[in-house]
């Protein structure tokens, strides 16, 4: 399977900072004078910021997937020097990739002899900004795509109104890191967008006890990178069952289409339930296929 990820030609890069913004997920920051890509975890491919760069340095490169490698890519990161280690570690943090941040502090503890930098600096400027921004909005200028843990307990709702299911954020297709915690051996819906809007009780009746993901089929752009997500979240997440809702037109059909050939490169067999709603919002099909 070949992946899609940009590249920075840092000899062209004046660090403007104009293609910052058109990286919805936070990938790129501009650091000592320069874009640097410090989550290619985060990176979709989509190339938005291409079109902001005046001097032509980001391009996108297409490279076999391979399972992510925290090691390899802290390894790059020291190259860059010390704040791009920071900005790389404090983006794990906020985007909730635990693991993959103690796999990279415990490689720098072993290996801080041959860092050039301080490690305890870094750990020091790491909580400092971590902790500082842990109530505004992200770092990276992405809290749209950062990850979140949806707590119901001390939620308060109208009088008449029914508690929603969603457990975490965000939910988009593009925007979703499918090796975040709670997609890991999760109960997976596929939601097609306007099913949620038809069906008055989705969260009781649908989501309840599942993770989420929303898409449209005829209308999303670059569906590659669908594909890319969902063979991740089958062979790297191992989601145990994946429910498709789709409406009753033609064109949600894509969903069990984009599902089937994720199935097919992740080569790993998930049971996979299709649901089909009527405009009005009442089941219609529910079947495993």
């Known amino acids: ?29 501009i650091i000592d004078g320069k874009a640097r890509l410090i989550s290619e975890l985060m990176c979709d491919g989509l190339g938005a910021c291409i079109g902001h760069c005046p001097e032509g340095a980001i391009t996108i490169e297409k490279r076999e997937a391979v399972p992510y490698d925290e090691i390899a890519v802290i390894q790059d990161m020291i190259e860059k020097g010390k704040n791009t280690v920071v900005a790389h570690l404090i983006h794990l943090r906020e985007h909730n990739q635990d693991e993959y941040f103690v796999q990279a502090i415990n490689w720098l503890e072993n290996n801080k002899e041959k860092l050039g930098f301080d ?18 909005s992200s770092a990276c200028g992405c809290p749209g795509s950062a990850t979140r843990t949806i707590n119901k307990q001390n939620q308060s ?23 975040s915690a709670h997609f890991k051996n999760s109960d997976l819906l596929i939601a097609s967008d306007c099913s949620a ?4 009780g989705f969260h009781s009746n ?6 989420l993901v929303v898409l449209c089929p005829k209308l999303d752009k670059n569906q590659d990178i669908y594909v890319n997500k ?24 894509g969903i069990i289409s984009l599902v089937r050939e994720a199935l097919q490169i992740a080569g790993r ?8 709603l009527s405009i009005d919002g009442k089941i219609l099909e529910e079947e495993w296929i």
């Open 157 to 179: 709702y109208f009088e008449d109104d029914i508690p929603s299911a969603l457990t975490h954020w965000p939910i988009q297709m593009h925007l979703i890191n499918p090796t």
């Open 269 to 276: 067999k998930v049971p996979v339930k299709a649901v089909i």
């Open 197 to 200: 809007f038809s069906m008055g």
């Open 230 to 253: 969902l063979v991740s979240l089958i062979r790297d997440a191992r989601v145990n069952t994946i429910s498709c809702l789709m409406m009753e037109v033609p064109c949600c059909g």
């Open 119 to 136: 490690l305890n600096e870094v750990k020091t400027e790491v909580h400092k900004k971590f902790h500082s921004q842990s109530n505004t």
């Open 206 to 211: 649908l989501l309840k006890g599942k993770t």
């Open 1 to 29: 399977m070949i992946r899609e990820i940009v590249k920075i030609d840092e000899s062209k890069c004046t660090g403007c900072g104009l293609c910052v913004p058109g990286c919805h997920e936070g990938a790129l920051q």
